[in-house]
């Protein structure tokens, strides 16, 4: 079974850019959640999203945004990039069990680290 | 502010020994607790879930949790110089969003 796929896996841009980072969940798996990783601030919820719909966000400004399509794929969005922004990006998908509640069980991809010059 | 606490170590231990890796939360109505494991370089792998208070085991490891004093541990017996790694504590939000408040992580390293 594939696992979480994130792309691309590393890129650089510059202030001001945009950039558009993919995730293809594990196969069955309808949630996608994203995570910042950065050496000062941890691992940090930015969205999750279930059914095409984003259901949760984390403390992130507005130019942090997502989507996800009815293939269960999400992509993120990062508009008008800051130095700040630098960090590893993690995707990670699960399950939704019968009932509605998500078992909280996350399947990290590879990441993609952005790196804002 | 929600948050996961861990101390960030490092916390050497010899190979065989038992390694007890420590998180508190200052969340009580916390339900659902997890250990991710992460290597240097590569991303959080899921090692442990716990939901009930006391004592979980799977292989070498075992979760204990204790919701009254909102502390969660995780003890690896037999420590292996594979095992070297950082430890990541993480508690669910609640609500059934999958949304993860992550501790620091506590570097573990073992030795030969």
Redesign the interface.
């Known amino acids: 079974k594939a696992g979480v796929t994130q792309t691309p896996r590393y890129l650089i841009k510059t202030r001001g850019q945009q950039v558009t980072l993919s995730c293809s969940p594990i196969s069955g798996h309808r949630s996608v959640s994203w995570y910042q990783q950065t050496p000062g601030q941890g691992l940090q919820f930015l969205f999750e999203y279930f059914s095409e719909t984003q259901r949760n966000k984390g403390n992130f400004p507005g130019r942090f945004s997502g989507r996800q399509f009815s293939n269960s794929r999400s992509e993120m969005n990062v508009s008008t990039l800051e130095l700040g922004d630098s960090a590893l990006y993690l995707c990670a998908s699960s399950l939704r069990l019968a009932g509605g509640l998500n078992t909280g069980e996350l399947f990290f991809g590879e990441g993609s680290r952005l790196t804002v010059l | 502010q929600k948050e996961v606490e861990q101390n960030s170590g490092p916390l050497s231990v010899p190979e065989g020994a038992i390694a007890s890796l420590n998180c508190t939360y200052s969340d009580r109505v916390s339900q ?1 607790f ?1 250990w991710y494991r992460q290597y240097s370089g ?5 090692i442990m ?1 716990i939901y009930s208070n006391g004592d979980k085991e799977d292989g070498r490891f075992t979760a204990q949790l204790n919701k009254a004093s909102q502390y969660v541990s995780l003890l690896i017996r037999d420590s292996q110089p594979s095992d070297s790694a950082t430890y ?1 504590c ?1 508690v ?1 939000e609640g ?11 506590t570097r573990l390293a073992v030795h030969p």
Do not use: H, Q, T, V
């Not at chain 2, 590569?42 to 899921?46: F, Q």
């Not at chain 2, 609500?95 to 992580?105: D, E, P």
């Open positions: 659902s997890f590569k991303s959080p792998e899921l879930s990541l993480a669910d609500g059934g969003y999958n949304k993860l408040i992550f501790g620091a992580g």
